[in-house]
């Protein structure tokens, strides 16, 4: 199984999770304004769309977006996954949400057609983390008291508040702390020779 990913970028949380599952897997590091991986290839011929991440699976299928491959990988390993009636569902809303509500919005900090247009990327940005911290529980992770794929996407999206030099809510501090704490998120880090940004 291959993971194609660019350190830092949203690839980083498929990384996380498959750390989180203890799937094995190469890591073929992509240059995206080049489309080459790290081993010399066309990353065209492996996804034709030319973003991070794809996962190799077995029998040498490519699979594409974040929330597919989260879920994928909560399919492999039930405990990343609610086990509630409704809970692979609301994993997918939640996912879904962090994908077009959260992520998406970035685009328009990183790249930015205007000032005004950053500024209200940033406000959006900042009220759908609110959303997200209202519901969550003190010293919990999104769905409750453990961790799930979708935290891993979070933790994505947090890491790129800070970057921008934006405010994590007080109330998802101790949340990127504790993410921050785990043996996955560490491993994954390290292989992307990144470091941990909480306070
Ligand atoms: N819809 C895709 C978007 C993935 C995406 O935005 N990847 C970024 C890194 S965070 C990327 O590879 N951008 C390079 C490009 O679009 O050329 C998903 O959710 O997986």
Known sequence: MKLYFAPGACSLASHIALHEAGIDVDRVKVDLQSKRTDDGRDFLQINPKGYVPA??????EVLTENVALLDWISQRAPQLAPTSELGRTRQLELLAFISTEL???FGRVFK????AEKQQAFEKIGQRLDFLADRMAADGYLCGEDFYVADAYLYVVLRWTVSSKRPVPAALQGYLRRLEGRAAV???LAHEMLEPVAG
């Open 103 to 105: 992520h998406k919005q």
């Open 186 to 188: 560490r491993q994954a």
């Open 55 to 60: 996962l190799e699976i077995e029998g040498g």
């Open 112 to 115: 930015p057609t205007s000032d």
